[in-house]
């Protein structure tokens, strides 16, 4: 009898599990949504359109390295007015 194989839900290609809805979730709680303060300062420069590459952004905020690119951004910015 041949084995039923699961179904990999929500895995693309990579394999690794896509969040459903990246805002308003902390990293791997898929449960109940709850702000982190993270994702309050992700919603304000986004008001102030500071984050132009929107989806990248989230991409990589999902990767953990949401510090990282706030900086090449301060950094952009500061380079932009000067």
Known sequence: MSKKRKRRSGKGRGGRKKERNSVGRKE???GQKK???REFEVRAL????ELLGKKNFLKMRSRG??????????????????
């Open 28 to 30: 791997g709680d898929y």
């Open 35 to 37: 702000f982190s303060e």
């Open 46 to 49: 986004f008001q102030r359109g």
């Open 65 to 82: 390295r949401f510090w990282e690119r706030r900086r090449l951004d301060e950094r952009r910015m500061r380079e932009r007015k000067n």
